[in-house]
């Protein structure tokens, strides 16, 4: 029994079953409800902040956190050892790169003054509406602990919104551009749309319930993102006995797996494996070469002109009607508007339930 179901979930990964209509469109309403919400939240915090006038000071000190200097040399530093000791070797400027730093582009232009807005209205309503969440000074707790607890369980609220964004089909809409990478490198990071950016915002509860305890520090917070970022990178490493500990990218490939295998999707951590492995959900990477990454049947719009795959055949990739590679704004626009078409091809009866 358990080989039959497993086979059928790997037959509906390779060749994805359209899902009821109605599903379809109880689906893309769910997406426009996300939508909505994010719109509203955004309205709140903006509402807020014009009137305290300190929209463009709040907005400058979340991109210096979020998408400063530090994360800009990180970046470029990952980029140059992916250039020196690659887990698959590509060009430099590669489609796949240009399209994901324009992502990375997109994220400091637009995605960090959104989520800022957004961030501020969920605080805001947290505090109108559930107050006893708030917790008061913990006076014998040096600040110290308290800032360690909340950078932990940060991590640990987004690693069930990295669960909650595969296992509901709504989210999985949001989150499959993210997972149709087929040539992964540290600029993958930001190649997320912006309304499963905002699915993430749930993760500031730890430090809105702590927070009168201590502040975290805007440099741990960069330190954090800096750590969000590198499993991302074109590198086969593993990290030791620190990848037991440690999200290593060897270990976060495996998550970016096209053929999902018999567990399905496992390696949700951001930073820290222990949630996966409380959760039996860790699969720790033997070596060997890379696995192939980015999804099955290549249901997103995706940048490459062609793949090989595993037996040796060569998928034609996204063309346009006269054969062409389309351009690649072409390629990013499809890509964001892909969540809002009523029938989605990501809407397959493996993501009628999520992509597990």
């Known amino acids: 029994m358990q080989a039959t179901v497993t086979q059928q979930m790997q037959a509906t990964v390779t060749r994805p079953a359209l899902a009821p209509a109605g599903a379809l469109t109880a689906v893309w309403a769910a997406v426009l409800s996300v939508a909505g919400l994010t719109a509203w939240l955004a309205t709140v915090g903006l509402t807020d902040l014009l009137s305290a006038r300190d929209l463009w000071g709040v907005i400058d000190a979340s991109r210096s956190r979020l998408a400063g200097p530090a994360l800009v040399v990180v970046v470029v530093l990952l980029l140059v050892a992916e250039q020196r000791w690659p887990a698959v070797r590509r060009p430099l400027l590669a489609r796949a790169q240009l ?24 605080s805001i309503e947290i505090e109108r509406h559930v107050s006893f969440l708030v917790l008061g000074r913990l006076a014998l707790v040096p600040r110290i602990v308290v800032v360690a607890v909340t950078l932990v369980a940060i991590d640990g609220m987004n690693w069930c919104g990295h669960v909650a964004n595969h296992r509901f089909a709504t989210l999985w809409r949001l989150h499959a551009l993210h997972h149709s990478q087929e040539d992964m490198s540290v600029l993958t990071t930001f190649r997320t749309h912006p309304l499963a950016h905002a699915t993430y915002v749930p993760a500031l509860l730890p430090a809105l319930m702590l927070g009168a305890s201590g502040a975290v520090p805007a440099g741990a ?69 890379p696995v192939l990454t980015g999804i099955a049947g290549r249901p997103v719009p995706i940048e490459q002109a062609g793949r090989l795959d595993q037996a040796g055949t060569v998928d034609a990739g996204t063309v346009d009607r006269g054969g062409r590679m389309p351009h690649l704004a072409r390629v990013v626009v499809a890509q964001l508007a892909q969540p809002f078409r009523r029938c989605s091809t990501v809407d397959g009866r493996l993501t009628t339930e999520g992509r597990r």
């Open 99 to 122: 399209v994901d730093a324009s992502y990375f582009l997109l994220f400091a232009v637009a995605v960090v003054p959104l989520l800022t807005l957004v961030e501020t209205g969920f």
């Open 221 to 289: 917070i960069i330190v954090y993102g800096c750590l969000v970022t590198f499993p991302h990178a074109n590198l086969n490493w593993r990290l030791g006995p620190l990848g037991r500990i440690i999200v290593s990218p060897a270990y976060h490939r495996l998550h970016h797996a096209r053929d999902l295998g018999e567990r399905g999707t496992v390696n949700f951590g951001f930073v820290l494996v222990v949630w996966d492995q409380l959760a039996r959900r860790a699969e720790f990477p033997l070596g060997g070469p």
